[in-house]
Nanobody, 124 residues
Framework: QVQLVESGGGLVQAGGSLRLSCAAS????????MGWFRQAPGKQRELVAT???????NYADSVKGRFTISRDNAANTVYLQMNSLNPEDTVVYYC??????????????????WGQGTQVTVSS
């Protein structure tokens, strides 16, 4: 079974930093993209940052320049370094991993999996 275990969330003062980690397991044929999303109550889940297996990154405009995504492919782990946090960053963050799967015909497919979410709270 695929599992994504998140850690690093918590309470921090405005201007502070947190580092989120997400370790994936069970992706039998490896992982392509990994990323972080966040979702506030009553809102759609939104992209924070993604990173491919080759290291290509993408960031939401709201976090660009403040957050840095990275990954350790050998450990199947993705990180999100969050600096200059502000109260608007207070939300549940979810880890995502696109697992490489193989279908009946032997073709690779990507299947997305989600972590349980970790709460980040930034006090003003």
């Amino acid at each position: 079974q695929v599992q994504l275990v998140e850690s690093g969330g918590g309470l921090v003062q405005a201007g502070g930093s947190l580092r989120l980690s997400c370790a994936a397991s069970g992706c039998r044929f490896g992982i392509e993209a990994m990323g972080w999303f966040r979702q506030a109550p009553g809102k759609q889940r939104e992209l924070v940052a993604t990173i491919t297996s080759a290291g290509s990154t993408n960031y939401a405009d709201s976090v660009k320049g403040r957050f840095t995504i990275s990954r350790d492919n050998a450990a199947n782990t993705v990180y999100l370094q969050m600096n200059s946090l502000n109260p608007e960053d207070t939300v549940v963050y979810y880890c995502n991993a696109d697992c490489k799967m193989i279908n009946y015909y032997g073709d690779y497919e990507l299947v997305g999996y989600w972590g349980q979410g970790t709460q980040v709270t930034v006090s003003s």
